[in-house]
């Protein structure tokens, strides 16, 4: 009982937040922290509040699906707009910055979206527990004048999966992120590279596999799956599939680690 008390007062003041501005624009990915923030959203501004959901070869697949579905849900306007980060420079080259750049060319474009509807403001789904974290996006965040409606009401991941079961939201949904997180450090992204990690992991997650991870490393490649998920994967009619998938995809061999998936 104390829980959900603790959880209704942070939903309050996360409503308090959001309405000191009539209209806004959410940045919307449709993980856990942008949906409770969308839901909250939504019912302090209702009408004034626009989800915009940027989708790429750098987006895992599934992940748009999921937005659009609960922006129709709770009856959110949506707009979809297409960016290629493989445009920029360190996104390519996938140096450190590449976050920093990437979030960077998508904040000034969303900027723009915001004043065609009339929105002086951006909200973004940062938490208490993404500070701990290196994350160069949240410094072009702060940078550009992004505020974090989450972060300024102290919620943590924990709160936010709390508040989201009390609201009936995917709140168990496992964290996803950029393809090119797949990939070392200084190492040439393209399309096709991209697309064909994302079609593995998609292929995995149709058959239940929550947390996948497909590590590239030059012509080899590392698979991390949740620890009580291995001895599903292991099997004939997953495991025999897989290996032809991969070796279709031009893997000479993918390593199976036994740990979680990270980001």
Known sequence: MEMGLLEMKAINNLENYLRRWPRAVLLFSGGLDSSLLLAVAARALGSGLTALTFTGPHIAPGELAAAWSLARRLRVKHLIRECDPLTLPDFRQNTLTRCYACKKAIIQAAWEIAAAHGA?????????????????????????GVKSPLLEAGLDKAAIRGASLRLG???????????ATRFLHDTLLTREALARVGQVEAWLRRRGFTRVRLRVRGEEARLELNPEEWSAFLKPDVRGPFTALISRLGWERVDLVMVGGGG
């Open 169 to 179: 939201l995917p709140w168990q949904k496992p964290p996803q992120s950029c393809l």
């Open 120 to 144: 002086l403001t951006l909200f973004d789904g940062t938490n208490v527990d993404d500070l701990a974290d290196f994350r160069p996006g949240l410094k072009a965040a702060r940078e550009l």
